[in-house]
């Protein structure tokens, strides 16, 4: 599927603002499938199948609340309709070109692009601080 010139800052968006919405290791963001979250009138939920701190492999639902002007829920919506995914992985490579590959985003891939992010999603630097979403510089 290809998609705009800016595919890939909606997908950088959609990225950052479920990481924080949601708390989420970078392992945990990249992980799930469209099949794994479900829109609700209240929000979202993400079912996290498996998890660093999830030693039993159970498994976890975490509930992601609408926001105003940063929406993960909206941004995460946006993301889906833009690059024409409807299953499969939810976060993926987008090329130069604006073609969104069907391969999943890994972890690494997203440990290194934070500080390339703010330009493309709209965030300030501020927001790049060290958390569980960016690396420690």
Do not use: H, N
Request: glycine share 8%; proline share 7%; charged share 20%.
């Amino acid at each position: 599927m290809a998609c705009q010139a800016f595919c890939g800052g909606l997908r950088d968006r959609a990225l950052l603002l479920l990481c924080f919405g949601g708390a989420l290791r970078r392992s945990e963001l990249v992980a799930p499938d469209v099949a794994d979250i479900e829109f609700t009138d209240d929000g979202l939920r993400v079912t996290i199948s498996r998890s660093k701190t999830d030693q039993e492999s159970q498994g976890a639902t975490i509930a992601i609340i609408r926001g105003g002007a940063c929406c993960p829920v909206k941004a995460v919506k946006v993301w889906l309709d833009a690059a024409g995914i409807s299953a499969g992985p939810i976060f993926r490579p987008v090329r130069k070109s604006g073609k969104v590959r069907q391969s999943r985003l890994t972890a690494k891939s997203y440990a290194t692009s934070p500080k390339a992010m703010p330009a493309s999603s709209g965030a300030t630097p501020p927001i790049m601080a060290p958390t569980a979403c960016a690396p420690a510089s």
